[in-house]
């Protein structure tokens, strides 16, 4: 097996990237591919003692930045490590793809370069929701601003599917956000999918709050990918205010401070619960094969992470279980999609 | 000055709401006028020494369910203490109406039986969001799930004129909620919004995404009613998850608990930031007169500061500066209202 990974993708480019790879390797058994300028890679890995069979340098001459126009780059930037990256995954040269590149770009390349599996009309950003009561899924986390009552019950399905095959969860509870527990709230696109969810075989439990979203009570939460997106960040931001408050409370006299070092250790594993780097990739599923996008800001640690994560998809056989569930959506769902290339 | 209150509404009745109003009377300088069942107030007033002269009953016989269908409610219980209530303000016996009663009742309510300001073609939910960083206003907060542009360019003026009558801000900033920092972010009507909120004279800052809302970096957060809503509650249930994981990290361990004895001091004021009871009541902007939402879960130090605010309304003349300022709105805005009574 063999995992591609975009070694020029994220804030912090080969360095980051390449140690993410090197960690990866004592935690998944493929071969990691890295795709960027070998030059640079080859610098970076020579820092690291490891085994030279399990890491395979393709040197690609491009980059994709982050504020390139998505498709536009996809098209021009022909030699850049994520096009590469793309057209080898559909070769079947590689079994699933990394990077932590531009998430447009990324979503237009896997849909240009990889391809849709017939039936779903839109693929989805679905991440891991990292909740104090274990974690949730969360899709779409952003890949589609605007959508119809079909693509979300595709989400819920593929969500559904994820937290299955990757977090292993059993007949995972589907919830659908929205901003009452009555099936008549919300806007009508979010009446119509409470409805047409009800009527699928999916293990679906109603309506999720925002105030209940945190509680980790259902596994998969699905939204449209403006909301998922605000819901993801706005947790993150969330988290981020709060902890940096109770840093100003402790530090703000030497009780506070004497009593913030003796919670120091009980507060790592707290932090360790918020941490996203512990999940570092969120597939965008509905391609054909398995493309792992990772935070922009990634560390080697998320970076190692999404590795891991792509590796259990692999071993799990996400994207087939997901080709094989598509002909048991409820049948009014399987049209033509409305946005075949 | 006379305020109204609902003596009825709310998850905890007269009990709280008797000494909520009771609380209230040493911070507000109007009589405060309870409408409710007489028996079961005079009950509740019965425990308390306080001046006779200003706290009003008017005696009311019927109450809006929290399961109660809203414009049936308000069509057939006439004689319930928000019903009553919302004519008394209407004919001006009264200069804010107070409730924690069914919301979409009282929204009902206040366009059937108060009504709209013209030239708005929706009323908002407005409430105070508090974050680390002071507070700043958010609207919608989910009278209006599904919206247009124009909903939004109003929601922001009056958003606007909140922040600067009641919360003293000068020339606030206002940014539109996006997935995004860049004007081509979002759904189609975001990005209208977007323009739009450009060509007004607001001071209007651009978008902001989820990961900054709880920043306080801005002071009035603009979005639909959908969304709004998810981002109130979210933060709710993000800072209680987090509040909550927290103690069990400090109860977790002797040297723990030590540590938490030592910072409960300072993890007091820390609980007032994120405590929503401090500010308590969020104005339904856009009707004639001023009504203003508590929280369901209102206890007497909500209800208290829900009074506090709407005071603060009064003596601001809140309504009155958004009557005024609705011919600012661009031209383009005002056109017939689309559900005018």
Redesign the interface.
Known sequence: MKIGFDGMGGDHGPLETVKGAIDALSIVQSTIVIYGDEAKLNNELSKYKYDKNRIEIVHTTEVIENDDKPVKAIKTKGDSSMVVGLKALRKGEIDAFVSAGNTGALLAGGLLKVGRIKGISRPALCTIYP??NGASVLVDA?AN??CKSRNLIEFAYMGSMYAEKVIGIQNPKVAL?N?GAEET????L?IETHQLLKETDLNFVGNV???????GNVDVIVAD???G??????????????????K???M??T??K??????K???K??RK??DYTEYGGAPLLGLGGLVVKAHGSSNAKAFMNAIKYAQIGIDNNLVAAIKDKVKDFPKANIEESEDEE
Do not use: C, H, W
């Open positions: 909740t104090m952003g601003a605007e956000v901003i709230k919300g806007t009508p979010y709050e925002g105030r209940d979203v945190p509680s990918g403006f909301t997106n605000i819901i993801l960040k706005l947790t993150e931001g969330v988290a981020l205010s709060i902890v940096g408050g109770l100003v409370q402790i703000k006299n009780i506070g004497l009593g913030g070092i003796l919670l250790k009980n507060l594993d707290f619960m918020l």
